[in-house]
């Protein structure tokens, strides 16, 4: 039976990539239908409890740029705010928040359930339904047939999943979940290339149970950092610390007298895991000279006895983990609510995937979060919104939404997934990016607010908002280009207090705040010079773009040089083997990426700048 309603887009799963792929498309005006297993566990997180971090918050700002929900629900459900790096520049400092697990999927579901244009239904997806090679529908469990233009799957860890805690095992999405079977067969008859990954989560703990007094604690920042554009911090909840702790010598003692009960040491495992999320089994094998390795723990809510020990992720059996957990300071007397555990999951080659995130073989079915072979809530959040405006503008047939490498995090992950694909849980870092200098969390507005808004994500509050600090921001620069003290100026004996040499000639406030010892905050209070700008956000921004825009310049330099080559083809048949000076190693990669550009070409791991010459050099002769 088919529903009376067809859709335009339709997403699958309700997870972090599944809500703002859904929220995206349905602020764009098509008409969206979230079919999701479970409308309870809509924005729930299956692992620690907590959003941001280094790369990871620039994401977030990205999202929140677009108008997406993450940091707006972030700003509602965070009890730990800090800003990591905070010493160090503007590019890698970044934003976290702990959160409390249930405020936060709160947030999320009343974001969802208030957004126009969007429809939710529950059931599990188990079919779709193609024809031509293009998708027109999705199947439930219950035979129910929904129609629609556009499918978006973010199904996360759930295809074919398998749960691991010692040598025991069984199927789930994860704990507490059913898994998707039906359709993972369904899209391994597809032509797709599918792969297994793994990941784990560590063991949850009675806070009742644990001795805080002999734990160092961590309070967040004061003044709390916020996360979203729109956002302020009297939107946050109470602010609890959370603690560290160390595992130690008897620790890994009972770590290793396991691990002839490890799945992933035993080979049942087969599925690779989160190089920078191991589990403390691989930690202590990797690193078998440290004694000690650091514990977060984390409460898991304002309201919950739960606490998330971040750093002890095991699939030991449950005997060890319960021994492993007692050998660490402060869980002596622990008691495990909920034991830790590995989940084995498919994925598919993002490298079958185009840069808007549908796939290459069937037109209209998108891809994104975890099955893309991400981890991580902010990089599944970033794939869905860009995979739900896809799914959008498709519908609409306008052009898709690509975002570049030197415009977005989400560009330079995207990018990264579809030209090189990943063998191992792709994560992001600031070091992904090559031009994190303007890539930075503070102005994620100012690069992508006005792109969102023409295609219709952001709305009319979010718009004049950032209109008003963009003004604030010029205005302010333009005075301080502006406005000069020369040595008899009445500010000039303050200034000259906070400056290493006095002022012996005329200077403008800019060149003033350029000097490394002065601030803009501090300039500002001078009485003739200041107050200033009150909003800090606005402030900060005139700050950077002063200090910092000697190197600005140069990275838009440098991307004007490469984009000049960025957008040249290379011919689809193109015979790599008969183009003199490359290497066996380089004919091999590029035969078998085929990059589509010669910036595609330039960003495949072991493909040297040499060999990009040797490419333009060809084509010279050739094209
Ligand atoms: P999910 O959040 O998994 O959401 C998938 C959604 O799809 C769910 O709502 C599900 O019910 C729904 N769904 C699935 N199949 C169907 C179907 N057939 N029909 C209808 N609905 C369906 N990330 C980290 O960054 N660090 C970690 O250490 C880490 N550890 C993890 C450990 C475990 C055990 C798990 C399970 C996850 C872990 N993650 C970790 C990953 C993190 O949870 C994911 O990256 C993130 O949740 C992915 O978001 P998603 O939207 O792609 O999928």
Redesign the pocket.
């Known amino acids: 039976m088919f529903y009376a309603e067809a859709f335009d887009v339709i997403v ?8 703002e792929a859904a929220l995206a498309a349905a602020r764009m005006g098509a008409n969206t239908l979230l ?4 409308i309870e ?2 924005g ?5 409890p907590a959003i941001g971090g280094i790369g ?1 918050g620039h994401l977030v700002k990205e999202i929140d740029a677009l108008g997406g929900a993450m940091a707006l629900a972030i700003d509602k459900g965070g009890i730990q705010f800090r800003t990591l790096n905070s010493s160090k520049g503007p590019a890698v400092r970044a934003t976290r928040a702990q959160a409390d697990r249930t405020l936060y999927k709160n947030a999320i579901r009343d974001i969802v359930e208030n957004q126009e244009n969007l429809t939710l239904f529950q ?4 079919d779709l339904i193609v024809e031509n090679d293009r998708v027109c529908g999705v199947v ?2 219950m035979g129910l047939k929904f129609s629609a233009k556009t499918v978006v799957l ?6 074919g ?1 398998t ?1 691991h805690i010692g040598l025991e095992n069984y199927r789930g ?3 507490g ?1 059913p ?2 079977i ?2 993972a067969d369904r899209l391994r008859a597809l032509p797709f290339r599918v792969d297994r990954l793994k ?3 560590p063991a949850r703990l009675d806070a009742r149970s644990l001795d805080f007094s002999v734990m160092q604690p961590q309070p967040g920042d004061n003044p709390t950092p916020v996360f979203s554009f729109m956002g302020d911090r009297t939107m946050h909840p109470t602010q609890i610390p959370c603690y560290i702790t160390h595992t130690n010598e008897k620790t890994h003692d009972i770590i290793r007298g396991g691990l002839d009960r490890s799945p992933m040491f035993t080979g049942v495992i087969e599925g690779i895991g ?1 190089r920078y ?1 191991p589990s403390i089994e691989d930690k202590i094998t990797r690193f078998a000279d440290k004694s000690s390795h650091q514990i977060f723990v984390e409460p898991e809510g304002l309201n919950s006895i739960e606490v998330y020990p971040n750093g002890i ?1 095991t699939s030991l059996p449950f005997d060890v983990q319960m021994n492993l957990v007692r050998s660490i300071k402060g869980f002596e007397n622990a008691h495990i609510v909920r034991p830790g ?3 084995e999951y498919d994925f598919f080659d993002p490298r079958d995937l185009k840069q808007t995130l549908e796939t290459k073989f069937i037109e209209g079915l998108f891809f ?4 893309n072979g ?8 970033a ?2 919104l860009v995979a739900g405006a896809n799914a959008a503008l498709q519908v609409q047939q306008k052009d898709p939404l690509v975002l570049r490498r030197d415009q977005a995090y989400m560009g330079v992950l995207i990018d990264d997934l579809a030209t090189m694909g990943t063998k191992e ?1 792709y ?1 992001m870092f600031t070091s992904r990016a090559e031009y994190r200098l303007l890539l930075r969390e503070d102005n994620a507005d100012s690069r992508l607010t006005a792109m969102g808004r023409e295609i219709g994500l952001v709305d009319d509050a979010r718009w004049a908002k950032f209109n008003q600090k963009m003004e604030a921001v010029e205005s302010e620069l333009q005075r301080l280009r502006g406005q000069w003290i020369h040595p008899e100026h009445v500010a000039a004996p303050q200034l000259n207090t906070m400056l290493k040499n006095p002022v012996s000639r005329e200077h403008s406030l800019e060149e003033l705040i350029r000097r490394p010892e002065m601030t803009y905050s501090q300039l500002m209070e001078i009485e003739s010079v200041g107050p200033g700008l009150e909003d800090p956000i606005a402030s900060e921004q005139v700050e950077i773009q002063i200090k910092y825009a000697g190197y600005i310049a140069r990275q838009m330099d440098e991307i004007a040089k490469t984009q000049r080559h960025e957008n040249t083809l290379l011919p689809v048949d193109m015979d790599f083997s008969k183009i003199s000076g490359l290497s066996n190693e380089v004919v091999a990669k590029l035969t078998e990426a085929r990059p589509e550009t010669i910036g595609k070409a330039s960003r495949i791991s072991g493909i040297t700048p040499a060999a990009i010459s040797l490419l333009l050099v060809y084509l010279k002769k050739h094209g």
């Open positions: 699958v799963g309700g997870g972090h990539a599944g809500t079919l999701t297993h479970n566990t809509i729930q997180m299956s692992c620690n990871k059931q599990s997806v188990d439930t469990q973010t199904v996360g860890t759930f295809l999943g749960i999405g994860r704990a979940d898994p998707s039906a359709l990941t784990g989560t989160p999320c992720s555990y590995a989940i994104a979060g975890q099955i991400t981890t991580g809530y902010e990089e599944a959040g794939q869905g849980p994560r």
